[in-house]
C-alpha cells in the first residue's frame, strides 16, 4: 500500500495549494470509492483547514460500466437535472470543488460506442449548471490523482499489482512534486515560473506561431487577436488563488479556429474513451482537419470528427520537453498526466478564458473572434526532442519560443 505519512502530506498539499480551502468555506469532495481511504484523508485534511462542510460524493467506474451496459437506453440518454442538485447547490453556495480521479483507461473497453457516446453526452449537460461556475472560476476548483488498481496495471502491465500501485504512487508523488522537501514551496515557486512565461507570451505581441520537428511537424498557428496565455495557478474571480490541476507543466492559449495550416505529427497515443489511436497525423488547412491518418485506431477519429467543430483546435499548449511528468517516463493514458509530459493541442472547444470576456459571449461572438467551441475538448501530445516553436509578431519580429524540445531561456529573451 501507500505509504500513510506520504498520503497524508499529498492530502494537505491537495487542500492547501490545490484548492486553496478558505476557513469557514464549504467543499465538494468527489472521489473514487477505489480511493475512499485516501479520500478520508482528503476530507479529515479539509476540516482542519476549516471547512465548514464537505459534501462527499464517490463515484464508481465499474458500477457506471454496467450501467452503460444494461439501462434502458431512454434512462442513458434522459439524464435528470436533479441527479447533480446537490453539487449546483454547494457550487452556488460557495463551496470549492475537489476531483479526485484514479480513472481505469479502459473502464468502459467494448461498451456500445454509440451508448457510451449517447449516455456520456446527456451526463455532461445534466452537469452543464454547475460546470459552468467552476469553467468561470467563481470558486476554487482542482482535479488531482490517486492511483488505483486498473489503472496501475494498465500503465505497468504484467507485474505484480502491489508494486504496480506503488510504483504509480510514486510517480504521482514525483510528479506532484511530493518528494521536495517542502511541496507547498515547491509548488508555488513551480507556478511563479510557469506565469513568468505567460506573462513573457502576453506581452510578446506574438500573432502567429510556427512548429517544426523532424517526424513532419510543420504547421503555422495563428492566434486570435489578444489571446491570453495561462498557466501556473488560477485566480477565482474573488482573487483566491489555486491550482486547477495537479500535475500542471503547461502555458497555453487558444489557436484562431480558422488560422491554422499545415501538418501535425503525434507523438504520445491518446486514448478516446477506452480506444488508443497511435501514429497519427492531421493536415489543417485554414484551421480545418482536410486529411488525416492513424496506424492505429483511424475509426475512433472517425467518430471524434462527426462533430465538425472538433476537426478544428480550441487549444495550444507549449509543455518543456524536460518536464518532471515526461522525465518520469511513463505513458499514464491519463491527461491529466500525459498533456503534462509534452506540448500538445486540443481538438474541439476552446477554453473561454483564453479571450478577455470570453465566458460572456454567445456561440455567433466566439466564432466571430476564432474562438472554437464543440462538444468535447480532446487534447494529443505533439511534443519532441527537436521541436523548434518560433513566434512571429505582426511587425515582422521573430522570436525563438522552444529548440530542442525545450524553452528557450527567458531571460535571454525578456532583457535582450
Ligand atoms: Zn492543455
Ligand atoms: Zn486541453
Known amino acids: 500500500m501507500y505509504r500513510e505519512e506520504t498520503a497524508r502530506a499529498y492530502a494537505k498539499l491537495i487542500i492547501r495549494t490545490g484548492v486553496n480551502l478558505q476557513k469557514g468555506q464549504l467543499a465538494i469532495l468527489n472521489a473514487p470509492i ?7 484523508m482528503v476530507l479529515e485534511e479539509a476540516y482542519r483547514a476549516g471547512a465548514r462542510d464537505v459534501l462527499l460524493r464517490y ?19 434522459n439524464v435528470p437535472a436533479w441527479k447533480y442538485t446537490p453539487i449546483e447547490e454547494y457550487a452556488k453556495a460557495g463551496a470549492a470543488y475537489i476531483c479526485i480521479e ?4 479502459d473502464a468502459f473497453f467494448g461498451i456500445d460506442s454509440e451508448r457510451l457516446g449517447k449516455g456520456m453526452n446527456a451526463e455532461a449537460r445534466a452537469k452543464k449548471p454547475f460546470q459552468r461556475i467552476f469553467d468561470k472560476n467563481e470558486i476554487q476548483w482542482t482535479v488531482v490523482a490517486a492511483a488505483g488498481r486498473d489503472w496501475a496495471k494498465k500503465v505497468f502491465p504484467g507485474v505484480d499489482e502491489q508494486w504496480a500501485i506503488q510504483k504509480l504512487w510514486d510517480a504521482i508523488y514525483h510528479t506532484t512534486r511530493m518528494d521536495t522537501p517542502d511541496p507547498q514551496k515547491a509548488w508555488a515557486e513551480h507556478s511563479a515560473s510557469l506565469r513568468q512565461h505567460c506573462d513573457f507570451l502576453n506581452a510578446s505581441g506574438i500573432t502567429r506561431l510556427h512548429l517544426e520537428n523532424s517526424l513532419g511537424t510543420n504547421l503555422e498557428i495563428g492566434l486570435i487577436p489578444g489571446a491570453i496565455w495561462a498557466g501556473g495557478s488560477e485566480k477565482t474571480v474573488g482573487g483566491i488563488e489555486f491550482e486547477a490541476n495537479m500535475p500542471t507543466e503547461e502555458v497555453f492559449t487558444a489557436p484562431h479556429r480558422e488560422k491554422v495550416n499545415g501538418k501535425v505529427v503525434s507523438t504520445l497515443p491518446l486514448n478516446y474513451q477506452g480506444v488508443l489511436i497511435e501514429d497519427f497525423w492531421f493536415v489543417f488547412r485554414d484551421g480545418l482537419i482536410v486529411e488525416y491518418g492513424a496506424r492505429q485506431g483511424k475509426a475512433a ?3 471524434i ?12 499548449a507549449l509543455v518543456p520537453y524536460d518536464s518532471l511528468v515526461r522525465q518520469a517516463q511513463i505513458l499514464f493514458y491519463s491527461t491529466l498526466f500525459d498533456e503534462n509530459a509534452s506540448c500538445h493541442m486540443a481538438l474541439g472547444s476552446a477554453y473561454t478564458s483564453s479571450v478577455a470576456g470570453g465566458e460572456k459571449m454567445s456561440l455567433a461572438e466566439k466564432e466571430q473572434i476564432g474562438l472554437n467551441e464543440a462538444y468535447s475538448h480532446i ?18 519580429r521573430e522570436i525563438p519560443l522552444f529548440r530542442d524540445g525545450n524553452w528557450v531561456s527567458l531571460e535571454k529573451e525578456i532583457f535582450a
Open 34 to 40: 477505489e480511493n475512499a481511504e485516501f479520500a478520508r
Open 59 to 77: 463515484f464508481d467506474d465499474k458500477a457506471s460500466r454496467l450501467r452503460y451496459q444494461y439501462a434502458h437506453e431512454d434512462a442513458l440518454t
Open 102 to 105: 484514479s480513472d481505469d483507461p
Open 301 to 303: 477519429l472517425d467518430q
Open 305 to 316: 470528427f462527426q462533430d465538425e467543430n472538433c476537426r478544428r483546435l480550441g487549444e495550444i
Open 379 to 396: 487534447d494529443f501530445m505533439f511534443g519532441s526532442r527537436d521541436l523548434r516553436i518560433t513566434g512571429y509578431t505582426e511587425d515582422g
